[in-house]
């Protein structure tokens, strides 16, 4: 299953709409809709980390569906460690690893 059919799924599971999913996760409806359009573009870490607060599900149960195949080994072992570290200490994980991220944008 790609990112794309997840939030297909999830929205379906909740009868959401991609409007409904936009409003709620505070992404652009632009944003949303490009995701499924001929372009298809693939929601960014953080769209998907929205997503997830939307949805009231963590970051790997929204995975936990996707077709891994299309992860690497290195994305793969990410989410499996991230998934192991205590609740209160995944926040500082984010924070290390969005300030590595600023580094090379």
């Known amino acids: 299953m790609s990112i794309q ?3 297909l799924q999830l929205c379906r599971q909740r009868n959401w709409s991609l409007y409904k999913l936009a409003h709620e996760s505070g992404i652009s409806e632009t944003t ?13 870490r953080s769209s998907i980390e929205d997503i997830c607060r939307a949805f009231d599900i963590s970051v790997s149960a929204f995975f936990n569906d996707v077709d891994l195949d299309n992860l690497t080994s290195q994305q793969v072992e990410l989410l499996t460690l991230f998934d192991k570290v205590p609740d209160n200490k995944k926040s500082v994980v984010l924070d290390i690893v969005r300030s590595f991220a600023k580094e090379v944008e």
């Open 32 to 44: 949303v809709y490009g995701w499924f359009n001929k372009n298809q573009f693939t929601p960014s």
């Open 5 to 7: 059919e997840r939030i």
